[in-house]
T-cell receptor, first 111, second 111 residues
């Protein structure tokens, strides 16, 4: 079956540092890929998405590129802020419209 | 206005009890979902439901039953609660295969 693997956290960075959270997937066919963010005590919010190979999703300074050859969708941000502290989930959506999530990566940004 | 809402936000109950969690969406979406997030933040789809079809994840015990009185509501009823049911339950909705929007979650604690 489909699966998503993310780097385990927590990831602790200082403000303005560069962020990378790795995500790789296993799927049949051509899934759509997503990053969701969960702020403390809240539900999940869609951060960005990509629906086909080589697409780049971007939002709020975050970017991720759909790499079919490496089955990856790594999340990056050039300069993190304290307000970016949250749990980040990589996910894929199969043809049946089901979302499969990775285990989540907690990001902590210190001032 | 809240797009996807859930009640209650917190639910504490004893083993063996029967409880329900309610979900409502005001986005006019035709598809709704229930997800379970365990203590390690791992998220897993439980059900997907639209006007025409209920898709059940085969790993979900039959003590869990979704009920949809209309397109805007998808409630989750749980019979004979067990300790392992303690988790945060998220409702989500989408228009077909478009982006899924999540509710704030219901934290269920079974004592």
């Amino acid at each position: 079956g489909d699966s998503v693997t993310q780097m385990e956290g927590p990831v602790t960075l200082s403000e303005e540092a560069f962020l990378t959270i790795n995500c790789t997937y296993t799927a049949t066919g051509y899934p759509s890929l997503f990053w969701y963010v969960q702020y403390p005590g809240e539900g999940l919010q869609l951060l960005l998405k990509a629906t086909k190979a080589d697409d780049k999703g971007s939002n709020k300074g975050f970017e991720a590129t759909y790499r079919k050859e490496t089955t990856s969708f790594h999340l990056e941000k050039g300069s993190v802020q304290v307000s970016d502290s949250a749990v980040y989930f990589c996910a894929l959506r199969d043809a049946g419209n089901m979302l499969t999530f990775g285990g989540g990566t907690r990001l902590m940004v210190k001032p | 206005d809240t797009a996807v809402s859930q009640t209650p936000k917190y639910l504490v109950t004893q083993m063996g009890n029967d409880k329900s969690i309610k979900c409502e969406q005001n986005l006019g979406h035709d598809t709704m979902y229930w997800y379970k997030q365990d203590s390690k933040k791992f998220l897993k789809i439980m059900f997907s439901y639209n006007n025409k079809e209920l898709i059940i994840n085969e790993t979900v015990p039959n003590r869990f039953s979704p009920k949809s009185p209309d397109k805007a509501h998808l409630n989750l009823h749980i019979n004979s609660l067990e300790l392992g049911d303690s988790a945060v339950y998220f409702c989500a909705s989408s228009q077909g295969k478009d982006t899924q929007y999540f509710g704030p979650g219901t934290r269920l604690t079974v004592l």
